[in-house]
């Protein structure tokens, strides 16, 4: 039960109704008439713009419309007050009775409450992580990984079909050094002194295991062969060595992407030029000349003849080269085909999920979509930006093994995949994030996931206590037919109006891309749980269980339970695990 779509079914409704009596004009466009909660809780539940909206095309003033729409409003039986408030915003004041009829709907429901049809089942590609893979994720990964994944669980609720991807960089110079460096490590597991290891190489001792791995394969066929023998074989096998580790990491956090795309795959398979010909035959391929970089001196500058893509037609700073000087593909050419492949495959709204140091990649990107899809896909961009990782007040020493950044993997083995999951999301994606390890894990109302939790774990404990005095556990399907009539304390309406909110909660957060939201809805709803709970201490007619009064102790339960599916329905989004008791 959607209360906010339904009460627009029946401002809908009114409207059509004054139309067909002449009132208003028909045919009018109502699609952007909404019911929301009004500003300030003192003007009732639900508020509507709806005559705002209809002033300029029925040619009338938003006050005299309102007094109009007000009065089938407030012959409805859910509604015990209608009132117009300023230039004509009409207010809401909806009857108990509908609030339980809600919770009801929550109980029924279980943590399926807030899924929606607003998607219609339209596919949506979400890439994230898309890391090179030459080495193990970091703590950066950890924040795109968990942005992306919540955000794929969150459209999936919000009623589309989505697809969540990685795409892997195994074409490029890259992976060319991370070669170097496991025939490096190779050298060392036949025993061969390597000493310092060079600059451009990849230090980190999780290349030791690559290095055996292909000694143990190959004995010493290519210790000292040609480079050109072993180059692309020792970049396979540490590519996909790679690639083993960070599926592990990303399952370790709780990420199993559907989709594994290979840019070498992409490249080999003539993506590239496929989309390089269609760009062409659109007349936005020509070779000319750059100015120079911001920054750059004169004498640093030499110009010449590139092969460009027109970027500036579509939104872009400049125009973007496709070839570089020896003829080969631009990373960019790259992720053009790739961009093109995935529109090929259905997809006409992809979201990527970027660091923070891409920034200057959205414009190109954005531009290269809309130019290869004619207009017929869209791109959003996230950016995540930095986590600052702390312990003890200093800052996280780095990991030996990865050699220069602290990885995934440690920072999951210090406080667990929930935790890291669900502090990664309290902020939005393109703020600056203090990860603090201590505080974290802290016992505290300052600590979000703890403070969540305790609401679940607290939800939890009643129902065990409840299924003692009951002899066994009541099911939710059991408290959705208790007399939810009993639940008539202020401070209990407001709770389940709390609940009420979060199919709309859930399809504001799809609709913006903005998973963090779910957080500030979470902490909202635990708020007013541990509110009534402390109301419960010093006022017992307020607690959830009596023992002289069935009736009551089941409508108190029903309360209970729907708080814990509707924060179990929101950990699910963020691929969190609710506890059942913290200690």
Known sequence: MNIHQTFRQHVLAAIDGLAAAGRLPADMDLARVGVEPPREA????????????????????????????VEPLRALDAVADASVAGPGFINLTLAPGVWHECLAAILEAGTAYGNSDMGGGAPVNVEYVSANPTGPLHVAHARG??????LANLLAKAGYAVTTEYYINDAGAQVDALARSAHLRYREALGDEIGEIPEGLYPGDYMVPVGEALAAEGGDAWRDAPEAEWLERFRDRAIEMMMETVRADLAALGVEQK????????????AVDAVFEILEGRGLIYTGVLEPPKGKKPDDWEPRPQTLFKATDFGDDVDRPMKKSDGSWTYFANDIAYHYDKYQRGFTTMIDIFGADHGGYVKRMKAAVAAMSDGGADLDIKLCQMVHLKKGGEPMRMSKRAGNFVTLRDLIDEVGKDVVRFIMLTRKNDSQMEFDLDKVVEQTRDNPVFYVQYAHARCRSVLRAAAELFGGPVSAADLAGADLAALDDPSELELIKRMAEWPRAVEAAAEAHEPHRVAY???????????????????VRLRFIHEDDDGLTRARLALVQGVALVIASGLEVFGVTPVEELR
């Open 259 to 270: 989709v594994f795309t290979s840019e070498r795959g992409l490249v080999d398979a003539g």
């Open 145 to 150: 990984a968990v942005t992306g994944d919540a």
């Open 521 to 539: 809805y979470l902490h909202d709803l635990a708020e007013s749980f541990h509110a009534l709970w402390n109301k419960g201490k010093d006022d």
């Open 42 to 69: 003192g003007h009732g539940d639900l508020s509507t713009n709806a005559a705002m909206l209809l002033a300029k095309p029925a040619k009338m003033k938003p006050r005299d419309i309102a007094e109009m729409l």
